[in-house]
C-alpha cells in the first residue's frame, strides 16, 4: 500500500515559468490538502480538495496559484508566473476524514 | 492569526533526558490534537494524538499532557534518544483542516 505520492521531488523554475505540481493520496483516500512550510515556518494550509470539489481554499493566495483533484488521476497545485517568493516546500496529504497521511512533498525553485 | 502557539522554536537535550515541548491554542472548538515529527528532507509524520475527553496519552516514550481549561498541551520525550532529533508540529483541528504550529526543532545530544 503505497503512501502519499508527490512528484517532482524537486523543481526548479525561472521566474515567470508555471510550476506543476502532482499528488496522488493513498488508495481509499478521497480528501487531499495542499501545505506550503517555508524554513523556520510551519506547514501554512493552502487548500482543501475532494474528488471534483474544493471544499476550502482559504489559505490559497488569490492570484496565480490554483488546485484541483479530477475524477481520476492526480491532485495538482499550479503555480502561474512563479516568482521567487514561491521557493517552497509543499506538502500534500491525504485523508478519508482527518488523520492526515503527508507525502515527502515538492520542494520548488524558483531562479 | 496564529492559532497555534508552539515554544520552544529550539531545543537541546542531552540523550536520557526528558524533552518537552509546548503549545496554546485559541479556538476552543477544535477537538483533535495531533503531533507530528519531521526528519530533513522528508514529510511529516503523525506522531501521537489526543482528543479533549482525555488529559494524557501515551505511547511508548512519547506522551501528550493536556489542560484544557488552560488551553495548552505539551509533548513529553522520556529518555530521549539522538534518534528523535527532528522537528516537531504540534497541531489542532476540528473537522477535516488541521492548523499547524510554527515546530521546535529538537536536537539530542549524544
Known amino acids: 500500500n503505497a503512501g502519499v505520492m508527490q512528484n517532482p521531488r524537486h523543481l526548479v523554475r525561472r521566474r515567470g515559468q508555471e510550476a506543476r505540481l502532482r499528488c496522488s493520496p493513498m488508495?481509499?483516500?478521497?480528501?487531499v490538502y495542499w501545505y506550503r512550510q517555508l524554513p523556520e515556518e510551519g506547514l501554512k494550509f493552502m487548500v482543501y480538495l475532494q474528488k471534483e470539489n474544493i471544499i476550502d481554499e482559504s489559505g490559497m493566495p488569490k492570484e496565480r496559484f490554483s488546485a484541483e483533484f479530477p475524477k481520476e488521476g492526480p491532485s495538482i497545485l499550479r503555480i502561474q508566473q512563479v516568482v521567487r517568493g514561491d521557493s517552497a516546500a509543499y506538502f500534500c496529504a491525504s485523508s478519508p476524514r482527518g488523520g492526515y497521511t503527508f507525502g515527502s512533498g515538492t520542494r520548488l525553485t524558483v531562479v | 492569526q496564529q492559532q497555534v502557539k508552539q515554544s520552544p522554536q529550539s531545543l537541546i537535550v542531552q540523550k536520557g533526558g526528558i524533552s518537552i515541548i509546548n503549545c496554546a491554542y485559541e479556538?476552543?472548538?477544535?477537538?483533535?490534537f495531533p503531533w507530528y515529527q519531521q526528519f530533513p528532507g522528508k514529510g511529516p509524520a503523525l506522531l501521537i494524538a489526543?482528543?479533549?475527553?482525555?488529559s494524557e496519552k501515551k505511547e511508548g516514550r512519547f506522551t501528550i499532557s493536556f489542560n484544557k481549561s488552560a488551553k495548552q498541551f505539551s509533548l513529553h520525550i522520556m529518555d530521549s534518544q539522538p534518534g528523535d532529533s527532528a522537528t516537531y508540529f504540534c497541531a489542532a483541528s476540528r473537522g477535516d483542516k488541521i492548523i499547524f504550529g510554527k515546530g521546535t526543532r529538537l536536537h539530542i545530544l549524544p
Open positions: 479556538n476552543t472548538a477544535f477537538d483533535y
Open positions: 489526543i482528543r479533549p475527553d482525555v
Open positions: 488508495k481509499g483516500h478521497s480528501h
